[in-house]
């Protein structure tokens, strides 16, 4: 059976780590739509350039030109046997478009898996990153904002019971174990 999956995650809550993880065992493109936009940023296409603009803001880009992206991406044939998105949906239009999408290729979502820890470790573990831009009180507002987005979409996948939460306050080990088990269960 196919592993279609979402994986979702407040930042700091090593979503990225165990994405990679993930596609090492379960073999599964790993559809990225911010690294899909920056490497057509890179490139300098017409779409990279339009999305630079958001970006840059610190906003997000459109739904239209996000939605778009990812509807070509999962019609690629490397997607049939499974495909793990990260960083999409980010929105309840997202996921609704997403829902449209799936239903046409005929691609049911298998789980979404979410990372969950507590804010206050959050900030925490993002403090001790280091970056210039983490400090506490840009922490805690990114943090802020990404709850307020995150929530709609945990009550949506919640309710149509693809939703999977794996305690990612432990050992990195530990936390893949787990979604090793969730992913082999499915
Ligand atoms: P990320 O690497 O996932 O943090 O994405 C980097 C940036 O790309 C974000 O800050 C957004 O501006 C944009 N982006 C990535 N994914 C999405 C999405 N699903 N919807 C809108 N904008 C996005």
Same mark, same amino acid.
């Given at each position: 059976? @196919?592993?279609? /999956?979402? /994986? +979702?995650?407040? %930042?700091?809550?090593?979503?990225?780590?165990?994405?990679? !993880?993930?596609?090492?065992?379960?073999?599964?493109?790993?559809?990225?739509?911010? *690294?899909?936009?920056?490497?057509? +940023?890179?490139?300098?296409?017409? +779409?990279?350039?339009?999305?630079?603009?958001?970006? *840059? !803001?610190?906003?997000?880009?459109?739904?239209? $030109?996000?939605?778009?992206? $990812?509807?070509?991406?999962?019609?690629? %044939?490397?997607?049939?046997?499974?495909?793990?998105?990260?960083?999409?949906?980010?929105?309840?239009?997202?996921?609704? &478009?997403?829902?449209?999408?799936? &239903?046409?290729?005929?691609?049911?979502?298998?789980?979404?898996?979410?990372?969950?820890?507590? %804010?206050?470790?959050?900030?925490?573990?993002?403090? @001790?990153?280091? #970056? @210039?831009?983490?400090?506490? &009180?840009?922490?805690?507002? #990114?943090?802020? $904002?990404?709850?307020? +987005?995150?929530?709609?979409?945990?009550?949506?996948?919640?309710? !149509?019971?693809?939703?999977?939460?794996?305690?990612?306050?432990?050992?990195?080990?530990?936390?893949?174990?787990?979604?090793?088990?969730?992913?082999?269960?499915?």
């Amino acid at each position: 059976m @196919a592993l279609n /999956l979402v /994986l +979702m995650g407040l %930042p700091g809550a090593g979503k990225g780590t165990q994405a990679e !993880k993930i596609i090492k065992e379960f073999a599964i493109p790993h559809i990225s739509t911010g *690294d899909i936009f920056r490497e057509a +940023m890179a490139n300098e296409t017409a +779409m990279g350039l339009e999305a630079k603009k958001f970006i *840059d !803001k610190g906003e997000l880009v459109p739904d239209e $030109v996000t939605v778009g992206i $990812v509807k070509d991406r999962l019609a690629q %044939p490397d997607t049939k046997d499974g495909f793990m998105l990260d960083g999409f949906p980010r929105t309840l239009v997202q996921a609704n &478009a997403l829902d449209e999408i799936l &239903a046409e290729l005929n691609k049911p979502l298998t789980a979404v898996i979410n990372f969950d820890v507590e %804010p206050e470790l959050l900030a925490d573990r993002l403090l @001790a990153r280091g #970056r @210039a831009d983490d400090t506490p &009180a840009t922490i805690k507002n #990114r943090l802020e $904002v990404n709850i307020k +987005m995150n929530t709609p979409l945990i009550d949506f996948y919640n309710g !149509k019971g693809l939703l999977h939460t794996v305690d990612g306050a432990r050992d990195i080990d530990v936390v893949f174990a787990d979604t090793q088990e969730i992913l082999k269960s499915l």
